[in-house]
């Protein structure tokens, strides 16, 4: 294996396939074990060192390596790279014994007793110089090492100290708040402080937004907004030593992407990174999950400007134990899961966690090795992926053309729209964000799913589903998106308030409201089990509202109820032929499907249902995903070589239920 | 305008009409344009100053009074008048920063951090002198203005500080209970702590109500009277300041009654109101939000002696923002909840507020200028409302007659009944009270919803529903009214504690046993899903008892189930042609319906469905308000003056769809 | 009557008939007509002073016995025997106030505040002197009074205390973690704690499961030993000092046993009881409330090895006060309720409590003596049920013959299932027990409910439900129990985990793969709404299992679903014509009803639907309970003669709806 250093070459040569390696948990017998059946499966990487902090550094800066040193020649003399990590997630017993004031406090102010992970305040300074030795020791002793190929920094930053409360978090958040307002009045006009008389006379003065009171909503949001700095700022010190020490080596963490407002502000954090990762998990009653591994990938993808590929850093193999019914994977479906990812621009899968623990906190969490050992079909399976990786090494370094479909997906808008009361307090964000993404999905249309800063440039329709809160930056980049001869479809709960949480006056959706021709005088939400009609049939519930034409085509009106007869949709021409599209009702799934029908003429002959295809070029290749989530054996018309099973295609692929296929060809 | 001072004179001439008024969130060019609207839409009254305190006292001691003597100048020359509030529910940044100690504490002992409203301790004597001083400080100054016409003391006391556990609250609360008590034999013989061992040696000893655990009922109810006590003796303490300096101007503040068990005790509080004003908001999943509007009314009316009128002081234009999901009025329904609220006794109806906020927590709840402006269907309908309300100068002053039926409310004996445990530990004090109150009132029937201690005379009809605790004077009363020949109709749930929480022994429902000539040997509460049903025909679920007749007249009995046979419903015949009814299941609104329908027999022709009519009268004028809350026109056979369009109805009234129409007619 | 004592008989003679009283809540001329009526009713034992500490310790080492003594006069002068009670469930005021730090800490370090029961740290010496300085100062003074016949140590240990995360308890924790393991590398090792980097390097670094985050699952099982510990310790230390006053008396506490796992460790407390004593309440939306009588003492029975007869302790006699709606018992209920557990082995059955409180947090309890009086249903069947017991004097000494069928029943096993994550976590360990008990228990198929460490000799048929957690020493008795000749049926998240709480690897269940011959590679919960088929029509809910099988008959296969065609149902023979079947799907009561009517051959007729039959055998006679649940007469083929009628029943019992019968009869 040759393996690849910071010079912009992804860590692995082809495609990376492994797992978080914990090999603490068991006896070195089974150390030598794990290489021989990682060579089995295939597997070319593995993350180590996650949760090795109280292991190596066993008292206050005396450190005992041996274990560690064992495992890195093990794995070296087994080929396998290593992605190590900074094991800053999982400080020691004896540090927090030490330091209790390290501990994060939550909203109600109660401290996060130790047991779990991430169980220091981002803004402690003390703990972050404990964190950044330890970086530091880690990466002078590892870092030159061949097999040594990306540092992961910590994992999964804010799961556990997303939000911390405590008075160091207090005080940083006021330094955070000086600097972004520079004055008290610049702070109060801000925070529309005045009502409930709040206006502050001091910073001092200041809080988190503790306790259970309704709170000002542009405090909550700078709050999260500083919440997510200050967890950056940690990656960045650690991130500022392994660059020290190793200036050639890619840095990354592992993100937590999905549909919901994140815990921390990705899309911001990603030019950080230089390879960026991500942590993805299905959840049991979704009822399409696999939509929802490709929503994660066309947002990963979008976090770079350039679109380059990125690393699944976790998945499952099968179940997890931390939902409430923890749905085992179909057969075949973490190996479609996997391929999927690839398709959307991964260069490598990986999982969490390489054998499936004996004991503690995630013992019934799934591995690559299950309980059960290699006997099963999760190994069988994981054997297989295992080939197919290695089948499509060629992949590497390809990335997705850009989509013909751009949707907004911002974190500061999910904060902003999910948090504070609101007309309707219980939409939720990731779903309206994802029933329109899935309607493009199933017409196998290629969707980016971007943050609103990026380049507008190259899309043949943007939606901007829900994004409640929109700077006006953003809101003339839009416009001038439509009038250059783009489609804006713009949906519920977007536009309304200003990049401080006020609302913009003048009628919803007010960053919009021009661009689209039409107002909304009033929001009017439904009630539990209520149900709205528009006259062409189409349906919904949670949200209407009473819509003012001043310059648009009604495509549709509401039927029946306080609304009857009153514009839902509309549309407006605008500049060069393009189009200003105004959804004011949250339409249905299936409504949303027949407007996306609509919306995109197509010539081509439509894919089975069940059948996504997603596409990654080179300069001269295109490899072409043909994945049957369907349960029936399915005809696809394409043209190429099969990557998988290394046959020609002339004209017709034969997909059987369930499986994948990658056809390379000519562009 | 002409301005009315303290001398029992109502504080505008004509009916009020207005809104909080908080201009502090907006700047000086749309304080001019408010007034102008203000005036376009009739407004004649707004409470200013509500959240003031933090922009006029900046410092400690230190006063800014600029733009609020520009706001009351502005108001002065527009004309519109002042209700001007102490803002003391607002207590200022640097005052709760200095002072963490006034934070309320809840039952839990976590503090009710900054950022809300309402967060001092009632008990805090350091916090009263500020809130004294700033009274004094905006009395002194404002209060010889000629449009300052009423005091409004605070803002919705209890709204976030209606029960505070801290040391200061236990030791006011042991305070309170030597008063009471006297002794510590007194107290422990009227709490039956000898139960569970909880004898008290030492007053010291006495913690209010901290934690989850059960806790003595009598102990809890003695600390929601306290914490009641408590908020009225800051609100005298205001009121008392604002007199010495102003002994001509009304003082008030601002109830929040409805049919829940209220945060305090406002029957007792009404006595030390010059006007007694209320806020009411309907719910989003109220079926018959216009019955919750009467029920208030008919309570607000109920509270004063002389049953004089009352201001809505608050309720909305349409959504709020505080429930789950919040309904936007329909077209209509605010004028219809507006004029509702006068027929059934205001004087006046205000709304939170004037102008909907940009920012701050309340953003998204309506105002009378919503976020999109004027050109809106809410301010069209504010205007003409504002119309209306001028055409209905000549009902100011009238007065609701005494109603047919008196329906009795206690709030004492709702926090007796839902706190604590019991054999049905979900039934809901409001709904069960509503459910009564619904039945007469869609009979026109004029209804008083009364404190116990009123007097019963003049009713015909006296219900006690839900009276969970009867103190022995009532007992009396009630008894004395059916021996007079009224009618005494009791529901379940009453009479079964006196004063002290203690069960009455010798059978449900002790405090009526004797008027009844029943008891029950035992309460029989059903499952959930589970329904009774009586020999009748009627049923209903969640509470049935074991009835024994000692000198009653069975009139329907139970059918099937464990009490197939037993008696549920008995009459008795008392006194001068007296009756007393004992409804001992909790019979479904249908079947209540029909009970009340079988009671009160009628010679008149019943109204249309959904058809409202509420009288006020003057000595010799009678003001019929006739409300069509159903979706189609009507006709209603009535004669007189018809005020809002000042036609003259000859006998039948034409009455459209959700409209209003008021009647001046001779008596 | 004559009163027994500790010479190993029974503290009454007869059974045992009465209730907690407690005459502290009423005035002296109650007390008389309490005796009266006790007398009337039977009742020949009460349990006394249960809430006194308060009332008899008024200040520190200051006491005052006056209402005791006289009280103890007047159930002598009565004939009521006493066990009377150590009060330490309810520490004074007076000592609560004194030292707060007594009070239990939860896990999120809220402090029980004062004002219910048991609010005291278990690990608190300094309390625990206290407790046994009063428990001395009592036996001192009443231990030699002859109706003093056994003594109630505190009073439903763990309700309010079972688990405290104070600092003590913490200290205490770490004492006992030290003996257990005696070096943290055995404990690391125990705990796996190398996961998430937890390795301890001190034990003080250990702390209890406090805060709400995952936890370590072996940490959280041992401190839930720990707890069970403590209390023990506790309850010894009490014992201790009454066995050196009074060496003869016989020394309890009260358990609360049911399906659920306990608050503490019953079945390992049991050896410390002279006589195990039960407190047993329905759930009211329990269907099968009489399976779940049974299965209480099924278990009762089973905890002491020579299966002798026990006192329940507490029951109600109709409605109870802390269930969401509590049902009030139907007429007889309580009388086959009682009878029941006399059936299922108790000598004798005792109330919470003599007389329906007036005040207090349990007011709204049935009592025998109801708040309406002598004059009540309620009161008559306290009475009958007296008759019935004096009737059923001979029975007072026999036990139930062993059971065809033993149940493993263990709380550990519960614990560690019902905490932590798990592949699904919404599985109710009471649940899956009772599913198996119900459908053995409707046959009239004599059952055992278990501890593990019992010996299995004997049974005929040992059912495994849910015994997640099983050491190696129960694995290897479960096979040779097989070997031997008997049927072993282990059903579903079973054997998964071994004394540590980890995984048993290789295959799920992994403490008998070997013996049951299959293997389950993976756990495939199902979510919500979804049901499971199998081949043979059975099917059921929440879990199944892809089983692989080594050496076994499959006797149902999975039918559809991503199992479809896999086993379901295994069954091998085993040794000298033993069985082991494996059921590896949550298949529902109706077919575990079908399974287990296959399972047992039965020659007999069956009795009809509703009826329960069970035994208690002396060396030469039979006492047969026939209890009718159902709601209609029936015929029962049975001999003997009938103690409740003293009448003699020739070949045919003529059982009325709801009625007990008991057959005496030779053997």
Same mark, same amino acid.
Request: hydrophobic content about 40%; overall charge negative; some cysteine.
């Given at each position: 294996?040759?393996?690849?250093?910071?010079?912009?070459?992804?860590?692995?040569?082809?495609?990376?396939?492994?797992?978080?390696?914990?090999?603490?948990?068991?006896?070195?017998?089974?150390?030598?074990?794990?290489?021989?059946?990682?060579q089995e499966a295939g597997v070319n990487m593995v993350s180590l060192g996650i949760f090795s902090w109280g292991l190596v550094e066993i008292a206050d800066g005396e450190f005992s390596w041996g274990w560690m040193d064992e495992i890195v020649d093990l794995l070296e003399e087994g080929g396998i790279a290593i992605d190590l990590a900074t094991p800053t997630a999982a400080p020691p017993g004896w540090l927090l014994f030490e330091h209790p004031e390290f501990r994060p406090v939550d909203h109600d102010m109660q401290p996060h007793w130790p047991g779990a992970r991430l169980g220091w305040c981002p803004s402690n300074l003390v703990f972050r110089s404990y964190a950044t030795r330890i970086a530091r020791a880690v990466a002078e002793r590892y870092g030159d090492r061949e097999h040594v190929v990306m540092w992961h920094v910590g994992n999964e930053f804010g799961g556990g100290n997303g939000r911390c409360y405590c008075d160091t978090s207090a005080a940083a958040f006021r330094?955070?708040?000086?600097?972004?307002?520079?004055?008290?009045?610049?702070?109060?006009?801000?925070?529309?402080?005045?009502?409930?008389?709040?206006?502050?006379?001091?910073?001092?003065?200041?809080?988190?937004?503790?306790g259970h009171d309704s709170k000002n909503p542009s405090l909550v949001l700078d709050f999260d907004?500083?919440?997510?700095?200050?967890?950056?700022?940690?990656?960045?010190?650690?991130?500022?030593?392994?660059?020290?020490?190793?200036?050639?080596?890619p840095v990354t963490t592992n993100f937590m992407v999905g549909a919901e407002p994140d815990v921390v502000d990705y899309a911001r954090w990603a030019p950080h990174m230089d390879v960026v990762a991500n942590d993805h998990y299905t959840r049991s009653p979704d009822a399409t999950p696999q939509q929802d591994v490709a929503f994660s990938g066309d947002r990963m993808r979008s976090m770079t400007t350039?679109?380059?590929?990125?690393?699944?850093?976790?998945?499952?193999?099968s179940g997890v134990n931390w939902q409430p019914r923890n749905r085992a994977k179909?057969?075949?479906?973490?190996?479609?899961?996997?391929?999927?990812?690839?398709?959307?621009?991964?260069?490598? *899968?990986?999982?969490?966690?390489?054998?499936?623990?004996?004991?503690?906190?995630? !013992?019934?969490?799934? /591995?690559?090795? &299950?309980? =059960?050992?290699?006997d099963t079909r999760?190994?069988?399976?994981?054997?297989?992926?295992?080939?197919?990786?290695?089948?499509?090494?060629?992949?590497?370094?390809?990335?997705?053309?850009?989509?013909?479909?751009?949707?907004l997906f911002d974190d500061e808008a999910g904060w902003a729209m999910t948090k504070g009361v609101k007309p309707n307090n219980l939409l939720p964000y990731g779903t309206l964000v994802r029933d329109w993404h899935r309607a493009f999905w199933r017409l196998n249309v290629g969707i980016d799913v971007l943050p609103p800063w990026n380049s507008f440039a190259g899309y043949e329709v943007l939606v901007v589903p829900a994004l409640f809160l929109v700077d006006d930056d953003t809101a003339r980049?839009?416009?001038?998106?439509?009038?250059?001869?783009?489609? *804006?479809?713009?949906?519920?709960?977007?536009?309304?308030?200003?990049?401080?949480? !006020?609302?913009?006056? /003048?009628?919803? &959706?007010? =960053?919009?409201?021009?661009?689209?021709?039409?107002?909304?005088?009033?929001?009017?939400?439904?009630?539990?089990?209520?149900?709205?009609?528009?006259?062409?049939?189409?349906?919904?519930?949670?949200?209407?509202?009473?819509?003012?034409?001043?310059?648009?085509?009604?495509?549709?009106?509401?039927?029946g109820g306080p609304l009857d007869g009153l514009p839902a949709i509309t549309s407006r021409a605008v500049g060069q032929g393009g189009r200003a599209i105004y959804v004011s009702a949250a339409i249905d799934p299936a409504s949303i499907g027949e407007f996306v029908g609509d919306l995109l003429s197509s010539d081509e002959n439509p894919l089975p249902d069940g059948v996504e295809l997603v596409v990654r070029d080179t300069d001269d290749e295109r490899f072409s995903f043909v994945i049957n989530h369907s349960l029936r054996d399915v005809r696809v018309p394409i043209a190429g070589v099969e990557l998988l099973t290394g046959l020609a295609v002339d004209d017709i692929l034969e997909l059987p239920a369930g499986e994948v296929r990658v056809i390379r060809s000519s562009i």
């Open positions: 294996m040759t393996l690849s250093h910071h010079d912009g070459r992804w860590p692995t040569s082809g495609l990376s396939y492994g797992a978080d390696y914990n090999p603490e948990q068991w006896s070195p017998d089974v150390w030598r074990d794990d290489v021989r059946l990682m330094r955070w708040l000086r600097e972004k307002y520079g004055t008290l009045d610049a702070l109060n006009e801000a925070w529309a402080s005045a009502f409930w008389g709040h206006t502050y006379r001091d910073f001092e003065h200041i809080l988190p937004p503790r907004r500083f919440s997510s700095d200050e967890l950056l700022q940690h990656y960045l010190a650690e991130r500022a030593v392994l660059k020290e020490v190793t200036p050639d080596l350039d679109r380059r590929p990125w690393l699944l850093m976790e998945h499952s193999t179909d057969p075949g479906e973490m190996i479609r899961n996997s391929l999927s990812h690839i398709a959307h621009g991964a260069d490598g *899968v990986m999982f969490f966690q390489w054998r499936a623990s004996r004991g503690g906190a995630e !013992q019934f969490h799934s /591995g690559m090795v &299950p309980h =059960a050992g290699e999760v190994f069988r399976e994981v054997c297989e992926l295992g080939r197919h990786l290695r089948a499509l090494a060629p992949v590497q370094g390809s990335r997705a053309p850009q989509g013909r479909v751009g949707i980049r839009v416009t001038e998106f439509a009038e250059a001869g783009g489609t *804006v479809v713009v949906g519920v709960v977007s536009g309304i308030v200003d990049e401080n949480n !006020q609302v913009r006056l /003048g009628g919803y &959706p007010g =960053a919009f409201r021009d661009l689209l021709g039409v107002w909304s005088e009033e929001v009017v939400p439904l009630q539990a089990g209520d149900r709205f009609e528009l006259d062409n049939g189409w349906g919904g519930i949670e949200w209407t509202e009473h819509v003012r034409v001043r310059d648009a085509e009604v495509t549709a009106r509401y039927s």
